[in-house]
């Protein structure tokens, strides 16, 4: 009889075994692989440094790169400089030293004959800022005109007719002193018309100072 039953049951095991490994498995949450869940969080915005006011007035102190004079540059001509000393608005350095500037000629006149005296005018008209961004700016312009000449002019000609007169007196009396006085101050005027005034010629490293003439925004 417990045969009968043994029997009976390791068939019912047997029959019964199959059915149980078709069914699904229930896996372990840790077991199952994350899925890539886009993330829905919004972005946030970056926002730009705010802008920092240059003020007009602000000095621009510059040393010359390329060379600048009266005789030799012309209107519109270009030049480079770079800041001798850091722009700071507030603590804050906004150019430092070194940084580029770009100006431009606006009238150079050679020293004249006798009345006219050499001038050079310039101003700036570029900043160079980070990463070498170009920025418009406008400044006051730097003027400068030459030394006056008149004090050695008047000693040329009056020179020139004392030395006339006396070839004249050697060569034809009363009459040719006159002559030589005439000549001679002729010729000494021919001298200073010849003789160019001062000129004003700035080289490279020369320190030239220029005012905003407006405000900009960095």
Known sequence: MKRTIYTLSLAVLVAVLPGC???????????????????????KKVE??????????????VALLDPV??????????????????????????????TKVRGRVVDANGSGRVKGRAML???????????????????????????STKKRDAGIIGGGAGVGAAI???????????????????????TVLATKG???RYGREYPLSFTLASSIQV
């Open 48 to 61: 730009p440094p705010p802008k920092v006011n240059v003020p007009s007035g602000t000095k621009l102190r």
């Open 69 to 98: 004079s009266s005789d030799k540059s012309e209107a519109g001509d270009q030049f480079l400089a770079s800041l001798t000393d850091p722009v700071v608005v507030g603590g804050k350095t906004i150019f430092a030293k070194g």
């Open 198 to 200: 001062k000129e004003i």
């Open 21 to 43: 490994s078709n069914e699904p498995t229930t896996a372990n949450a840790d077991s199952v692989p994350a899925r890539n869940i886009p993330d829905e969080t919004p972005a």
């Open 121 to 147: 005018e310039l101003t700036l008209t570029q900043i160079f800022g980070a990463e070498g961004k170009s920025i418009t700016i406008s400044t006051k312009p730097y003027m400068a005109v030459a030394e």
């Open 168 to 190: 004249g007196a050697i060569a034809g009396g009363g009459k040719g002193a006159a002559i030589g006085a005439a000549v001679g101050g002729g010729a000494g005027t021919g």
